[in-house]
C-alpha cells in the first residue's frame, strides 16, 4: 500500500458523498413527474448491463454464460439480486471447472 492510498481513499469518499448528497438536494428541488420517475426507475438497469457488458468484454466463456444464466434466471425466478448471486456462483464454478 503507498502512502497516496488513504488520501485518494479519502478523496473518492468525499466525492461519493457529495454527489449523494447532491442528488439528495435536487431531488427536493425537481419535481418528479413521470418522465423523471420512468429514468429513476430505470437507472439500476443501466448501471448493472453496464458492468455486465465490461465483464463480458474483459471475460471469456465463463461469463458470457453466467450473463445469460442470470438473464434467465431474472425471467424465471423474478429477483434480479438472487440471480445475480447465482450468476456469481456459476462463474466460480465454471472457472474452476477450467473454463
Not at 419535481?31 to 448493472?48: D, F, N, Y
Not at 474483459?58 to 424465471?76: D, F
Request: net charge positive; aromatic share 4%.
Amino acid at each position: 500500500m503507498s502512502h497516496d492510498f488513504p488520501t485518494l481513499l479519502l478523496v473518492m469518499a468525499a466525492a461519493a458523498f457529495l454527489c449523494r448528497a447532491a442528488g439528495f438536494t435536487l431531488m427536493r428541488l425537481v419535481p418528479v413527474s413521470a418522465r423523471i420517475e420512468a429514468a429513476l426507475r430505470a437507472t439500476p438497469l443501466a448501471v448493472m448491463s453496464g458492468i455486465a457488458a465490461l465483464a463480458v468484454q474483459s471475460g471469456g466463456l465463463a461469463e458470457g454464460v453466467a450473463l445469460a444464466a442470470v438473464v434467465g434466471l431474472t425471467v424465471l425466478i423474478g429477483s434480479d439480486v438472487a440471480a445475480a448471486l447465482l450468476g456469481v456462483v456459476l462463474v466460480a464454478l465454471l472457472r474452476w471447472a477450467g473454463l
